[in-house]
């Protein structure tokens, strides 16, 4: 169905081997509703979410999970960049409970108070951030800390 007259309107998707700040985006996406809804109960165990399961809901097979480890430091960056809990810190390898090593969780030692940090934050309140900001956020974080 045309959207105007003579212009049909089509919407950007996702796809494979997209950028690092595309996936940050796409992760943000799916993030969102889950420490909205899925983690509502405040239950850690129950509510922190795998690498593989956070792939399988963003489209993708299992494994890439472990491909996400740099688009979750750029959701950590700009959170840290725009003094916000570090949402990625939901996000666990299955076999340990923990984030993999090498990702920001946090900006204190305390990986829990942070998850709970970032349930009781109302994320709704804001629009979902662009590729842009998560590249010109690492490029500032960066600029400061090289």
């Known amino acids: 169905m045309p959207f105007f007259e003579g212009q049909s ?7 494979k081997g ?6 940050a985006a796409h992760i943000w996406q799916v993030l969102v509703p889950w420490v909205m809804w899925e983690m509502k109960d405040g239950n850690l165990d129950a509510g922190l979410i795998s690498y593989s399961s956070l792939a ?16 979750l430091g750029a959701i950590a ?5 725009c003094q916000l809990p570090a949402l990625n810190t939901v996000v666990v390898r299955k076999d340990t409970g923990q ?8 900006l204190s ?22 590729p842009r900001q998560f590249r ?5 974080h960066n600029a400061r800390y090289d």
């Open 109 to 130: 030692d305390d990986v829990i108070e942070e998850v709970k940090k970032v349930l009781g934050h109302d994320w709704r309140s804001y629009k979902a951030p662009s």
């Open 9 to 15: 309107m089509k919407l950007k998707t996702y796809s």
């Open 77 to 81: 960056i700009l959170c840290e960049e």
């Open 56 to 71: 399988k809901r963003m489209g993708y097979e299992p494994g890439a999970g472990r491909t996400l480890a740099r688009s």
């Open 99 to 106: 984030a993999g090593s090498g990702v920001i969780t946090s």
């Open 18 to 23: 997209q950028s690092i700040y595309d996936r």
């Open 136 to 140: 010109t956020a690492t490029e500032i």
